[in-house]
């Protein structure tokens, strides 16, 4: 069964802070893994994205892994700022279809604390 | 920022009553859809579109239509809302973006409508 597991569920971290967080996935075949934030009351916004190919990526204090012999990521925040405070979502799109169905995490929700 | 457009934001109405929610976008992408989100939960695909005049169901069985006459627009209706029905509705469009050599779809979501039905 397609999966995708995050963790933790959630996690309180105080401000200027490093914190870093979980996805395993199950889905086969691979195409794509992103990295979406939700604000509260908002839509996610794509934060990264990594093919099969690639191990990292960044995007300003947001450093996403890639290892897809163990069908994990992970997403690094480093100097947490309070904007940072949001859900942190992981979505894995598989190769099945044109559409390239996608599979998502439940989220991690992230406070961060002054 | 991503130029979809989800009204209303927030909606309180009876069981019974029939409801549209509207979702528009002006990138001109071809590929929109609707998810359903409870908190602390997963999206779930409710319906998709590939483009005008093409719908289809999606993974979560829904008691909801949807239409798409324009590219701009992808209209979920309602007819008979019960409580049940209390979500999150996001609308998200698509478009294909290479990485890394690879084609990919990026989907760009819409804020979001809050339904809650009494």
């Known amino acids: 069964k397609n999966q995708v597991e995050q963790s933790p569920q959630s996690l309180i971290i105080l401000e200027g802070k490093n914190c870093t967080l979980q996805?395993?996935?199950?889905?086969?075949?691979?195409?794509?893994l992103r990295w979406y934030k939700q604000d509260t009351g908002r839509g996610p916004v794509s934060l990264t994205i990594?093919?099969?190919?690639?191990n990292t990526k960044s995007n300003g204090r947001y450093t996403a892994t890639l290892d897809a012999d163990t069908k994990q990521s992970s997403l690094h925040i480093t100097a947490s700022q309070l904007s940072d405070s949001a859900s942190y979502i992981c979505v894995v799109s598989d190769r099945g279809s044109t559409l390239g169905r996608l599979y998502f995490g439940r989220g991690t929700q992230l406070t961060v604390w002054p | 920022e991503a130029d979809i457009y989800q009204t209303p934001r927030y909606l309180v109405i009876g069981t019974g009553k029939k409801i549209t929610l509207e979702c528009s976008q002006t990138m001109g992408h071809d590929k929109m859809y609707w998810y359903q989100q409870d908190p602390g939960m997963e999206l779930h695909l409710i319906h998709y579109s590939y483009g005008v005049n093409s719908t289809e169901k999606g993974d979560l069985s829904s008691e909801s239509t949807v239409s798409r006459i324009r590219t701009e627009h992808f209209p979920l209706t309602l007819e008979s809302a019960r409580p049940s029905h209390t979500s999150q509705y996001l609308c998200?469009?698509?478009?294909?973006?290479?990485?890394?050599?690879?084609?990919?779809?990026?989907?760009?979501f819409g804020p979001g409508t809050r339904l809650t039905v009494l």
């Open positions: 990594m093919t099969f190919s690639e």
């Open positions: 998200a469009s698509s478009v294909n973006t290479g990485t890394s050599g690879v084609l990919t779809d990026t989907q760009y």
């Open positions: 996805c395993n996935y199950t889905v086969s075949p691979f195409s794509n």
